[in-house]
């Protein structure tokens, strides 16, 4: 089944509708996952404040620390920036067609500026880490999409993160989280990170409208 925006608000509020939430046989932690069930209980009451979250994440965080192991979940990003895109069945792989589009409008005669937007003198150096989670819940296929870009362009002050919507059908949500990236690497190479964004989402749009056009 499909939402639509509005039928996804009505269903959250009206009907109870919450993602599939991950069980003990994940591997995370009880009280990780107590919280998680804590924070969408149906009554606002029951839920913890946001100071409360933070202080038992950090007791998680400690806990993990000192066993020394992560568990395994449905992750599907990690901190060392791999990307793990999940494939959707359709007819046409927008993932691949995305990707191939960047591809072939590459340009190799482009010198990054993005070093000269930062103030290398700055004495705050803020530590920042990273990671996604994606669940379909009661629908029955995923139509959203998202990426993890750290380091774009070899900048270490630089990271990039998105999600795309997919409403009604998951071809361009799909066509975007491969494009989107990859023109960003582009256009990072010879514009500020303002213009690289809105570059990036002028290009995939056009992309996009031409894929469509070529297999009607």
């Known amino acids: 089944m499909t939402y639509t925006e509005q039928q996804l608000t009505a269903a959250i509020v009206s009907q109870g ?12 932690p009880p009280t990780l996952l107590s919280l998680i069930q804590r ?35 449905a992750v599907s990003k990690s901190q060392n920036g791999t990307i793990e895109v ?11 067609q995305g990707e191939l589009f960047v591809k072939r409008s590459s340009r190799s005669d482009l010198k990054s500026l993005w070093s000269g937007c930062f103030d290398q003198s ?30 774009m362009s070899e900048e270490k002050d630089v990271f ?24 960003l690497k582009q256009f ?11 570059e990036a989402f002028v290009s995939t749009d056009l992309a996009f409208r031409e894929e469509l056009i070529l297999h009607r």
Request: charged share 20%; hydrophobic share 35%.
């Open 39 to 73: 924070c969408w209980d149906p009554d606002p009451e029951k839920r913890p404040s946001f100071e409360d979250i933070i202080d038992e994440l950090n007791i998680v965080q400690t806990h993990l620390v000192s066993n020394a192991s992560v568990p395994s979940s």
């Open 122 to 151: 700055s004495e705050y150096h803020p530590t920042l880490s990273w990671g996604s989670f994606a669940t379909c819940g009661r629908r029955e296929t995923m139509e959203d999409t998202h990426f993890l870009l750290p380091h």
């Open 160 to 183: 990039a993160f998105g999600i795309f919507d997919g409403h009604r059908g998951s071809a361009a949500a799909e066509f975007s989280v491969r494009a989107v990236p990859g023109f």
């Open 86 to 96: 999940h494939q959707y069945q359709e007819a046409l792989n927008w993932l691949n």
């Open 17 to 28: 509708l919450r993602p599939a939430l991950a069980l003990p046989e994940s591997g995370a």
């Open 188 to 198: 990072g190479q010879g514009a500020s990170p303002t213009d690289a964004l809105s």
